[in-house]
């Protein structure tokens, strides 16, 4: 499975940016999905997650409520919409997969990583 991560870029504070993956590949199995973000200097983290029929969803508490994961499976495609986007948010940001099952926010359950795209957010 590959994945390609796009739509990154530099936005106001209080802007808005959708994230787009697109996958490709042996993707006939049925994967979760899931976006991390990684800020210079810092760890890896979770940021949202959905399952492969997109009937569930999982975010962390620091982008609830502001970032909504969605997908469309007829084109392989998950997106984060990120609004009221803050300067802490700033980072790159990738998308990820792993076989389906229960959600989770550990990079470590994620078989295939995209190459991350940059997301700016300006004060």
């Known amino acids: 499975v590959q994945l390609q991560a796009y739509g990154g870029g530099l936005v106001q504070a209080g802007g808005s940016l959708r994230l787009s993956c697109a996958a490709s590949?042996?993707?006939?199995?049925?994967?979760?999905m899931g976006w991390f973000r990684q800020a210079p200097g810092k760890e890896r983290e979770f940021v949202a997650a959905i399952s492969w029929s997109g009937d569930s969803t999982y975010y962390a508490d620091s982008v609830k409520g502001r970032f909504t994961i969605s997908r469309d499976n007829t084109k392989n495609t998950v997106f984060l919409q990120m609004n009221s986007l803050a300067p802490e948010d700033t980072a790159v940001y990738f998308c990820?997969?792993?076989?389906?099952?229960?959600?989770?926010?550990?990079?470590?359950?994620?078989?295939?990583w995209g190459q991350g795209t940059q997301v700016t957010v300006s004060s």
């Open positions: 990820a997969a792993k076989l389906w099952g229960r959600l989770t926010a550990s990079i470590h359950d994620y078989n295939y």
């Open positions: 590949g042996r993707i006939g199995s049925r994967y979760d």
